[in-house]
């Protein structure tokens, strides 16, 4: 059974940081690419940034302009999302994703919420 476990997200003021990390189970994760969503409130769900399997490869949405830092540790099975600089509008529930094998697996999600 694959298990995807977020967690990290909270209440940050206006240009601070959190990191996020999602711990995954039950499959072989560095057959994976991980990618970090978020969904806002009446908003749909968009990808954030995402990573290859070894790592070597990283992926950002255009809106987060090098303030956003996807990394993985293999060996921890986990995928980590340094986040700096948050803006108000980035309020959302973060969400992981494992694509690979044929298979996509998601996370409960995270809630992030930036604001004074």
């Known amino acids: 059974q694959v298990q995807l476990v977020e967690s990290g997200g909270g209440l940050v003021q206006p240009g601070g940081s959190l990191r996020l990390s999602c711990t995954a189970s039950g499959l072989s994760f560095s057959n994976f690419a991980m990618s970090w969503y978020r969904q806002a409130p009446g908003k749909e769900r968009e990808l954030v940034a995402s990573i290859s399997g070894t790592g070597g490869i990283t992926n950002y949405a255009d809106s987060i302009s090098g303030r956003f830092t996807i990394s993985r540790d293999n060996a921890k099975n986990t995928v980590y999302l340094q986040m700096n600089s948050l803006k108000p509008e980035e309020t959302a529930v973060y969400y992981c994703?494992?694509?690979?094998?044929?298979?996509?697996?998601w996370g409960q999600g995270t809630q992030v919420t930036v604001s004074s």
């Open positions: 994703r494992a694509r690979g094998l044929g298979h996509y697996y």
